[in-house]
């Protein structure tokens, strides 16, 4: 079965892991601070911590800028569970908002009329990688005296107006779980301009001790085995294995967005005719691309789904729209072009490893299910 993604990694990574391996140091150490540093220089960006998860960053994010009970984050209900948990886990109220149903991004007109006083921040997603409007939401941040805690997990690479995301704004959260456009195994980083607030997540991530061991037996200073708890914290920190896994990563960051840029593109000339099948609106040329998402119309999408299956084609859903999940259930309002949307996405095979066969094969299957059903059920 073709899988819809799946991590490129080899010799090099391990290359990078028995490195860490030969220091004996296999926790928060040196190799993480090269990693930051790689992350720093890519981004152009002032403060980067890294972390063990994407999900973790966002709760140090939140966190650092004071969210907590009885305040509201606007954020789109289709994205990956983990960006309301985050919400949640604060004791802040999620505000479920609308997307565009042409790019799956957050929805800025809808968003805007979901501010109240006591609106904190408003998360927007770069859904696939594509850039949202960020020269629109950083305004409504400032107009209302808001926070935008960008959800960069799908966008590491990705570019809005000639900058890197990440490289502007007020906090940006990347994820480097096993699948996303660069994988630590797992690791995320908390991208930031602002000093006071860096510091406080490097202390946040470590359980809110002031000084890292790496750094306190480093110097073998007096008392080196001293350290002061400031705040309080979490055990977030990424470990030397992982961060040597994303430096080996880097080196092909580039090579990986070419080629599944070229897949999309292909995709794209191949899927955008057929019937029943709508695409969604791309930026290639400023995009690195995480997935790649098509809307199955009709009410045919679990029958797309079973048809490639039978062609050996995987396929997924990303993701379930969140206010119709159980946990959610109190923040639920209907948000009618979400529920739409979620029951006609489709995520398709994309990675850097699939071969010019294997996207004949998803173009193939994809031709041969809309042909099926144009026939059975024919569509104006």
């Known amino acids: ?3 819809t993604s799946r991590p ?3 010799e090099e990574e391990l290359k990078e892991i028995k490195k860490v391996f030969d220091t004996g140091w296999l926790g928060l150490g040196a190799t993480v601070y090269e990693f930051e540093n790689k ?3 890519y981004l152009n960006a002032e403060h980067v911590i890294a972390v063990n998860t994407g999900t973790s960053a966002l ?3 939140l966190d650092a800028v004071g969210i907590k009970e009885g305040d509201e984050v606007i954020v789109p209900s289709l994205t990956f569970c983990a960006s309301i948990q985050v919400i949640t886990a604060l004791k802040a109220s999620p505000v479920f908002c609308e997307i565009n149903p042409k ?3 957050i929805d800025i007109e809808d968003a805007k009329q979901r501010i109240t006083s006591k609106t904190k921040a408003i998360m927007p997603v770069h859904y696939c990688g594509n850039a949202c409007d960020m020269d629109a939401l950083l305004d409504i941040g400032r107009k209302h005296k ?3 805690i960008e959800d960069a997990a799908h966008a590491f690479g990705s570019s809005y107006k000639g900058k890197k995301i990440g490289s502007f704004g007020d906090i940006t959260c990347f994820s480097f779980d096993p699948i996303k456009n660069i994988t630590c195994g797992e ?4 991208v930031l301009s602002n000093s006071d607030r860096a510091e406080e997540i490097r202390k946040k991530r470590l359980l809110g001790i002031d000084k890292d061991a790496w750094h306190r037996y480093k110097g073998q200073r007096k008392r080196s085995w001293f350290y002061d708890v400031t705040t309080q914290g979490y055990r977030y920190h990424m470990s030397n294995f992982n961060a040597a896994i994303g430096l080996a990563q880097f080196a092909k960051l580039d090579l990986f967005i070419e080629r599944k840029r070229s897949i999309i593109k292909r995709y794209n000339e191949q899927l955008r005719n057929l019937e029943g099948v709508q695409l969604l609106e791309w930026a290639l040329n400023r995009v690195a691309p995480f997935s790649y ?3 199955i119309l009709g009410d045919k999408r679990d029958e797309a789904m079973d048809f490639l299956k039978e062609k050996g084609v995987g396929s997924g859903i990303h993701y379930i729209a969140n206010h119709i999940q159980p946990y959610f259930q109190k923040y639920n309002k209907p948000l009618p072009v979400t529920e739409k949307v979620c029951n006609e996405i489709l995520t398709l095979p994309l990675y850097y490893d699939m071969s010019d066969d294997d996207v004949d094969l998803v173009i193939k299957s994809m031709t041969e299910f809309s042909k099926k059903v144009t026939v059975n059920e024919p569509q104006g």
């Open 1 to 3: 079965m073709l899988p």
């Open 8 to 10: 490129s990694i080899g």
């Open 39 to 41: 992350i720093k220089e």
């Open 59 to 61: 709760h140090l994010a």
């Open 103 to 105: 790019t799956l991004n």
């Open 146 to 148: 808001i926070f935008v």
């Open 187 to 190: 690791g995320g980083a908390v």
């Open 293 to 295: 998402i098509v809307r």
